[in-house]
């Protein structure tokens, strides 16, 4: 009979967290050696991380730090949500949150490649995968600089971690203004601060959309450059942020409040765990 009682059990996962089939297999192999079956995860689910690198990893959570005029964001993942919520994979979120603020990486490339302890994260990463065995990536990093800047993280579900991170750089004395403004990004998802950061031909193919759209309708051909007009406007406040209605005062656009509260939002950055 192997020498490990249910506590072993329960520590291993704690500690490596991995499965509880795989957990009790690998102290069986070691007798009961708390290090002994750690290594023999690593070592089996080394194997196993080219098999996983086509799953898909939809799960996760973001992470933000904010220092001064800084802030940086990322967006780790893993296949599912008892992953996600887990204190392995916070750890270890929390640990590519902090070299990428210690590198000011500014993309998921440069972040994986980028030195820990003697190892690339990337490596830090797929040790990680082994023991969990799950596909663990970052997806995404993003670094917003600007005078000041805030952070908003939101939990789509009580019992998960944060889902949806957002960073505003802003000018202004308001920081509560501006984490409203943030919490508005979370929950109306705009694309791009001004009209002027929407690519032009996305606009043009708008307003192709719309014209074709009012016809087939069978508007009045002298009505059509005014229906257009509002249909585009109407998209721009889907989209940009400054146009948007804001959130609490849904009767002024996001520019207007903040114009108002003597703020300037000057950047913003948004993620959703897996879209």
Known sequence: MANY????????????????????????????DHAKATEI???????????????????GLVRAHVDGGVGTLVEVNCETDFVAKGDVFGAL??????QAVATGAADAEALLASEIDGKTLKTVLDEANATIGEKI??????????EKVVSYLHKTSPDLPPQIGVLVAYT?????????????????????????????????NERRIAEETAREEGKP??????????????????NVLLDQPFAKEPKKSVAQVAKEGGIEVTAFARFKVGV
């Open 5 to 32: 009682t249910a506590a072993d059990i329960k520590a291993l996962r704690e500690a490596t967290g991995a499965g509880m089939l795989d957990v009790k297999k690998a102290l069986d192999e070691a007798d009961g």
């Open 41 to 59: 995860l690593r070592v089996k689910g080394l194997k196993g991380v080219t098999k996983r690198e086509g799953r898909s990893a939809s799960n």
């Open 93 to 98: 979120a929390d640990k590519v949150l902090q």
């Open 137 to 146: 990536e970052v997806r995404r990093v993003a670094r917003v600089e600007g």
């Open 172 to 204: 202004g004395d308001d920081e509560q203004l501006a984490r409203d403004i943030a919490m508005h990004i979370a929950a109306f998802s705009p694309t791009a601060l001004t009209r002027d950061e929407i690519d032009a031909a996305t606009v043009e």
């Open 221 to 238: 051909e002298q009505a059509l450059p005014k229906i257009v007009e509002g249909r585009v406007n109407a998209f721009f406040k889907d």
